[in-house]
């Protein structure tokens, strides 16, 4: 019997839902019991995937290649449970869905409503693709008041309902914002924002209050007495010096044991929290610290790398050493010596991206870290730029350049048009529409014997997640060989320069896929792990 816990937010936006949500289910977990993550994001798009990174954060990719929203990735760092196509919906994929029921006629000629039709389809997500679980945690995406989520609220209230007391309860994340002048914390936006929600019909069973500092326990008791609900269940949500210390914290402020005492379940024995111990404390009392350089273009907006950000935290408490990062805009390199900037740092990292604007940046980054032997990891567009790089300036092609920025005589990258998903043949073209077009998803790459990569890895065949829409053009294979860059990863049909790898330098090394979106900080990913280690061999060079 899977039992429903709903996360809703109130007050303001970015407060950490999906944190808490993960940091829960890792508690849980830590109980014995089987969980299950969801999100459902009321915007109308139909996923994250033509959304810019500046305005929405990095797109999570799962294995079976849904692009989603990016706190799917803080639920499979905190569980390890991997995510699937029906953890995350939007509001643009339910109505899509209940449009195209109307127009096949499903609805037999009735007047198609919100409610019930809207609220039954997503009722219906909720409850699919559930099989031995004995928790799903599902988060609704916005602030309680926001329009586009209502009918997500009718539909859990309903559900509420439904399934009763025994399956189903909801936690409400809210704000206690502290007035300097007053000297004291507030309790009337929390008080404001369960109104709201009662507002829709929904009684929260536990509020989880956002504070920088301690609540009282007057404040407490104000904030049950007000909000209907027991003072047990007004749990703090402090600041804490790493997210990885979240679950522990959560736990000692009794969330999984109340929501344990909600659903009846035993509660008097406390979960296994051994490894979360283990972490904070490798994160927090490190043995030596690395600076990793990382040159993006959606540097005005942080989780446009969230993933990429915590994958190198999990390589520094692989190496029990703290990973600093410095951001820089790959468009400072176009106009300024990149020596200025990277001199001083232990690794340098190119992450993915999109479209012409401060590849020659990256491109001269990558040159700056092959020339100084700094380690290097390329990844995606990092990784395509650095085989530019080498056709330009070791493999005597000066105009090699990618079809993706315009007409090129060397197209060393070029729109994939077809490839093969096991054993379909999938095909694109250049008129396709954006979304959901790109080669998503995991694909297996045959790693060549002797390379540094199978040494990272340990096996000859791996597996990894992939979104783009160019490729590295093999056919320029061996000219780049013999200038030295070798072709150590391949798709099992040898036709997708998957890996790329430089013998003679400490550590340089591209991938066209996204590691960071497997990394765990109790599972480090092994190429980040790595990078780390020879980041950490750099600076006790210097």
Known sequence: MTRFIFITGGVVSSLGKGLASAALGASLQARGYKVRLRKLD?????????????????????????????????????????????DNVTAGRIYRTVLEKERRGDYLGGTVQVIPHVTDQIKTFILSD??????????????????????????????????????????HVTLLPYIPTAGELKTKPTQHSVKELLSVGIQPDIL??????????????????????NEKNVIAALDAPTIYQVPIDYHAQGLDTQVCR????PCDVSPDLGRWHTIVGRVTKPEGVVTIGIVGKYTSLLDSYKSLSEALVHGGIANNVKVQLEWFDSEIFEREDAARFLESVDGIMVPGGFGERGAEGKIRAARFAREHKIPYFGICFGMQMAVIECARHLANLPDASSSEFGPTSEPLVGLMTEWLRGTELVKRSSTNDMGG????????????EGSKVQSIYGHERISERHRHRYEVNVHYREQLEAAGLRFSGLSPDGLLPE????????????????????????????????????????????
């Open 42 to 86: 009321p915007y109308l798009n139909v996923d994250p995937g033509t959304m810019s990174p500046t305005q929405h954060g990095e797109v999570y990719v799962t294995d079976d290649g849904a692009e989603t929203d990016l706190d799917l990735g803080h639920y499979e760092r905190f569980t390890g449970v991997a995510s699937r196509r029906s």
């Open 130 to 171: 559930l099989t031995d679980e004995d928790f799903c945690l599902c988060e609704i995406g916005g602030t309680v008041g926001d329009i586009e989520s209502l009918p997500f609220l009718e539909a859990i209230r309903q559900l509420g309902n439904e399934l009763g007391r025994e399956r189903a309860m909801v936690i």
């Open 208 to 229: 989880m209050c956002r504070s920088d500092r301690p609540i009282p326990e007057s404040e407490r008791r104000k904030i049950a007495l007000f909000c209907n609900v």
């Open 262 to 265: 909600h659903f009846g379940l």
């Open 437 to 448: 077009t790109m080669r998503l998803g995991s694909y297996e790459c045959l790693l060549a």
């Open 499 to 542: 890996i790329v790898e430089y013998p003679d330098h400490p550590w340089f090394i591209g991938v066209q896929f996204h590691p960071e979106l497997k990394s765990k900080p109790f599972d480090p990913h092994p190429l980040f792990t790595s990078f780390i280690q020879a980041a950490v061999t750099k600076s006790r060079l210097v």
